[in-house]
């Protein structure tokens, strides 16, 4: 069955990085485009950024744009979503899923702070 483990969160300064991963099995990764989710608390689930199933077309949230990258490496199974110049309101548990699909993973917390 299809299988979403999210890691790479941690507690980071405004203005910082982290790089988050999501290592996908259980489906043929290659053929699916993929979205990165983000929650964050007493707030909906919203979509922070998506990459077809080459990794020729990315998508991301206003909120988002010209600080995060998202990719995907094909060979590895995995999708990352690089993040730069965190900021406090990108405090949220971030998920990573098969777009159009109800599969999620445990996420990863991200926790923006000073």
């Known amino acids: 069955q299809v299988r979403l483990v999210e890691s790479g969160g941690g507690l980071v300064q405004p203005g910082g990085s982290l790089r988050l991963s999501c290592a996908a099995s259980g489906f043929t990764f290659s053929n699916y485009p993929m979205t990165w989710y983000r929650q964050a608390p007493g707030k909906e689930r919203i979509l922070v950024a998506g990459i077809s199933s080459t990794g020729g077309s990315t998508n991301y949230a206003d909120s988002v744009k010209g600080r995060f990258t998202i990719s995907r490496d094909n060979a590895k199974n995995t999708v990352h979503l690089q993040m730069n110049s965190l900021k406090p309101e990108d405090t949220a548990i971030y998920y990573c899923?098969?777009?159009?699909?109800?599969?999620w993973g445990q996420g990863t917390q991200v926790t923006v702070s000073s």
């Open positions: 899923k098969i777009t159009g699909d109800n599969t």
